[in-house]
C-alpha cells in the first residue's frame, strides 16, 4: 500500500491543503478560458480537490491516479453536479488513449521520475491547440516534505521545465508564482506552469 492509500482518508482534512487547490484552481481560471465543451484530465488528481474545482465550468474531467484509496473517495464525493471520472492509471508506466482540451495537476510532478516522458506522452494526448496547466513547488532544500520517500524532485525551476516544453513542441510556454505555502518552519513557493501544444 502506497503512502497515498495509507493516507487517503484524512487528505482533505489539512487546511492549507484544500486551500492551495482552491488558489491553484482560480490560477487556472484566469490562466486557460475553460468552457462547458472542453474535456480535461487531472493528474494526480488525488481526492479530486483541485478538480472539483475545475468540473463546475468545464464538460467533464478525468481524474487519474495511482491510488486506488484516493480514487475511493472521489467515488464516495460524486455527485449528479460534481462528477469526476476516476481512472486508476500510472502513466509513468502505461499509455492513455484519451484526447482531451487540457490537462491540469496539482503537486504530482515532484513525484514523477522522468518528467520529460511523461510531458511527451501529455503531448500526444492533447487535441490541437490544447492546453496543461501544472502547478507544483518552486525548488527548494527537500524539508517540504517530512519524508521524501517517492519525492524524485525537491520543486522546479522555469529554466529546467520550459527547455523540456520547447524540445517537444509546446508553445505560449507561461510560468508564474501563484500561491505560497506557509509551514511551522519554512515557506514555500508555488508555480503555475502552463503551454499549449
Not at 16 to 28: D, E, L
Amino acid at each position: 500500500m502506497s503512502r497515498f492509500d495509507i493516507r487517503a482518508n484524512g487528505w482533505d482534512k489539512l487546511p492549507r491543503r484544500v486551500q492551495n487547490a482552491k488558489m491553484i484552481a482560480k490560477a487556472i481560471e484566469k490562466k486557460i478560458s475553460l468552457d462547458d465543451s472542453m474535456e480535461i484530465i487531472d493528474f494526480g488528481v488525488g481526492t479530486g480537490l483541485l478538480g472539483y474545482e475545475i468540473v463546475k465550468k468545464v464538460k467533464k474531467v478525468y481524474g487519474i491516479d495511482t491510488s486506488a484509496k484516493m480514487l475511493e473517495e472521489i467515488k464516495v464525493k460524486n455527485t449528479k453536479e460534481l462528477f469526476i471520472e476516476p481512472i486508476h492509471k500510472d502513466l509513468t508506466k502505461e499509455k492513455c488513449n484519451l484526447h482531451v482540451n487540457g490537462i491540469i495537476s496539482s503537486m504530482t510532478l515532484h513525484h514523477i521520475e522522468d518528467v520529460y516522458h511523461l510531458f511527451e506522452q501529455f503531448y500526444e494526448i492533447l487535441q490541437k491547440d490544447g492546453f496543461i496547466a501544472f502547478a507544483d513547488l518552486c525548488s527548494e532544500d527537500g524539508s517540504f516534505h517530512s519524508d521524501n520517500t517517492g519525492v524524485h524532485h525537491f520543486g522546479f525551476e522555469k529554466e529546467f521545465l520550459f527547455d523540456i516544453l520547447k524540445h517537444i513542441g509546446y508553445k505560449d510556454l507561461d510560468f508564474q508564482i501563484i500561491n505560497t505555502i506557509k509551514k511551522p518552519h519554512k515557506e514555500f513557493d508555488v508555480f503555475l506552469l502552463s503551454a499549449r501544444k
